[in-house]
């Protein structure tokens, strides 16, 4: 016998015990969402080589050693998308949605990095993100971290801490980074290997170095807020402002950075000591050059991303959520040709009950089996349609869940005894 063939390494089935919460988390961020206007937005998995490269840029880890790129049979490179802001922005573009208009989008789905899989962390990874475009001012950068802060109450987490920074106009970031390379070129002795790759390409994102040995030299690092543009200070002041307002407590991260140039003003994180080193479970910011510099008009955008296995991991670890997706009822058919019967009889139960989930026993079996069958498929009900039952178009009931006596409802009366039973 062949060996069966297995996923590919870091790409994972979700089974359907595993779905329910992924089903909970997805209907908590489409209802979150929905509260504040925004509009679900679908791109596609597979992009241009190109955009990745404009957006991310070509000499990063991303697009050198983790896409997965390939020609067609045309003979383009396309890249299968390794994050959703690029696709994101050049749908607006290309749709022309965006030209003189604002607009709240959203989108959920698989991305793809081939790196080193760990908890949390997967090749085929999936993200929910969000992108708003055409508002400049720093209340829709506090609605964007007010509305997260909701969602992490919809789904019972608690323990996140909010971790805000401004990185200013492109003129003070450049002002900035021209001492951060004069800071730490007088201990280049001192850099780690990464830094001192970054030293004269991306010294900002020295300043986010997981790496202890250079904590202390980061921690005397001059600090951008001290070097920020008054544009950038009123607007950070004023994202303070509403956030104290509304209650939402946040740490001020002096080396919360970006390393993209189009990243302005406002970045903010919510992170975690929960998943160990990968402790960022939703990263944000403000992007308002990335539309231009992806052929579009200058246009004001901000926007997020979330990881859903690391939220589907936090809430298995909260243990708060009440996900049940089993069937509500189980029809057992212990009558002799009565599966035509039972089946219209089932879907005028679905007609007449909203939100019912109904499991009707097929492929034959004994009552015993079939009985067997209705507890293990974790139903409240067993709905027992025999020879009897049929002549006197009733359905005998017993409780799988409880000592509760078996009855007997009438096909008429059994819309209405479900609902009040079940709840619906």
Same mark, same amino acid.
């Given at each position: 016998?062949?060996?069966?063939?297995?996923?590919?390494?870091?790409?994972?089935?979700?089974l359907?015990?595993?779905?329910?919460?992924?089903?909970?988390?997805?209907?908590?961020?489409?209802?979150?969402?929905?509260?504040?206007?925004?509009?679900?937005?679908?791109?596609?998995?597979?992009?241009?080589?190109?955009?990745?490269k404009?957006?991310?840029?070509e000499?990063?880890?991303?697009?050198? $050693?983790?896409?997965?790129?390939f020609?067609?049979?045309?003979?383009? *490179?396309?890249?299968?998308?390794?994050?959703?802001?690029?696709g994101?922005v050049?749908?607006?573009?290309?749709?022309?949605?965006?030209?003189?208009?604002?607009?709240? @989008?959203?989108?959920?789905?698989?991305?793809?990095?081939?790196?080193?899989?760990? $908890?949390?962390?997967?090749r085929?990874?999936?993200?929910?993100?969000?992108?708003?475009?055409?508002?400049a001012?720093?209340?829709?950068?506090?609605?964007?971290i007010i509305?997260?802060?909701?969602?992490?109450?919809?789904l019972?987490?608690?323990g996140l801490? @909010?971790q805000?920074?401004?990185?200013?106009?492109?003129?003070?970031?450049?002002?900035?980074?021209? $001492?951060?390379?004069?800071?730490?070129?007088?201990?280049?002795?001192?850099?780690?290997?990464?830094?001192?790759?970054? =030293?004269h390409?991306?010294?900002?994102?020295?300043?986010?170095?997981?790496?202890?040995?250079?904590?202390?030299?980061n921690?005397?690092?001059?600090? =951008?807020?001290d070097?920020?543009?008054?544009?950038?200070?009123?607007?950070?002041?004023?994202?303070?402002?509403?956030?104290?307002?509304?209650?939402?407590?946040?740490?001020?991260?002096?080396?919360?950075?970006?390393? =993209?140039?189009?990243?302005?003003?406002?970045?903010?994180?919510?992170?975690t000591?929960?998943?160990?080193?990968?402790?960022?479970?939703?990263?944000?910011?403000?992007?308002?050059?990335?539309?231009?510099?992806l052929g579009?008009?200058?246009?004001?955008?901000?926007?997020?991303?979330?990881?859903?296995?690391?939220?589907?991991?936090?809430?298995?670890?909260?243990?708060?959520?009440?996900?049940?997706?089993?069937?509500?009822?189980?029809m057992?058919?212990?009558?002799?040709?009565?599966?035509?019967?039972?089946?219209?009889?089932?879907?005028?139960?679905?007609d007449?009950?909203?939100?019912?989930?109904?499991?009707?026993?097929?492929?034959?079996?004994?009552?015993k089996?079939?009985?067997?069958?209705?507890? $293990? *498929?974790?139903?409240q009900?067993?709905?027992?349609?025999?020879?009897?039952?049929?002549?006197?178009?009733?359905?005998?009931?017993?409780?799988?869940?409880?000592?509760?006596?078996?009855?007997n409802?009438?096909?008429?009366?059994?819309?209405?005894? =479900?609902? *009040?039973?079940?709840?619906?």
């Amino acid at each position: 016998m062949a060996k069966h063939i297995q996923a590919v390494r870091g790409m994972n089935d979700i089974l359907p015990q595993q779905t329910p919460l992924w089903r909970f988390l997805e209907q908590q961020v489409m209802n979150t969402f929905d509260a504040y206007g925004f509009e679900e937005v679908r791109m596609p998995i597979v992009e241009k080589t190109e955009l990745f490269k404009r957006v991310i840029g070509e000499v990063t880890d991303i697009v050198e $050693k983790e896409m997965y790129t390939f020609d067609d049979r045309n003979g383009d *490179s396309l890249s299968l998308r390794p994050e959703g802001t690029a696709g994101c922005v050049r749908a607006a573009i290309e749709s022309g949605i965006i030209h003189n208009q604002i607009q709240r @989008l959203w989108y959920k789905g698989p991305m793809f990095r081939h790196e080193r899989p760990q $908890k949390g962390r997967y090749r085929q990874f999936h993200q929910i993100g969000v992108e708003c475009f055409g508002i400049a001012t720093p209340d829709v950068d506090a609605e964007l971290i007010i509305m997260t802060a909701r969602l992490w109450r919809s789904l019972g987490l608690q323990g996140l801490q @909010l971790q805000i920074n401004s990185l200013g106009s492109s003129e003070a970031r450049a002002a900035y980074r021209e $001492k951060l390379v004069a800071y730490f070129s007088q201990y280049q002795d001192q850099l780690d290997e990464d830094s001192q790759r970054r =030293l004269h390409t991306n010294p900002l994102r020295i300043l986010d170095s997981k790496n202890p040995a250079m904590a202390e030299l980061n921690a005397s690092a001059p600090k =951008l807020l001290d070097h920020l543009d008054d544009e950038s200070k009123a607007d950070f002041a004023q994202l303070c402002a509403i956030l104290d307002a509304a209650g939402i407590q946040y740490v001020v991260n002096p080396r919360l950075v970006r390393g =993209l140039d189009y990243y302005n003003k406002t970045v903010f994180e919510w992170v975690t000591d929960q998943l160990g080193a990968q402790g960022t479970v939703c990263a944000g910011g403000r992007f308002d050059g990335l539309v231009a510099q992806l052929g579009g008009r200058d246009t004001p955008a901000i926007g997020f991303a979330m990881g859903i296995e690391r939220l589907v991991a936090l809430i298995e670890d909260a243990n708060t959520a009440t996900v049940d997706y089993n069937p509500h009822a189980y029809m057992v058919v212990a009558a002799d040709d009565g599966i035509a019967a039972a089946m219209q009889l089932a879907e005028q139960l679905r007609d007449a009950v909203p939100g019912l989930r109904l499991r009707l026993n097929c492929g034959g079996g004994g009552f015993k089996a079939q009985f067997k069958r209705a507890d $293990k *498929s974790g139903a409240q009900l067993a709905l027992v349609l025999g020879e009897d039952e049929l002549k006197r178009r009733e359905v005998a009931i017993k409780d799988l869940r409880s000592q509760a006596e078996q009855c007997n409802v009438g096909f008429d009366a059994l819309p209405e005894y =479900l609902r *009040s039973t079940l709840g619906l």
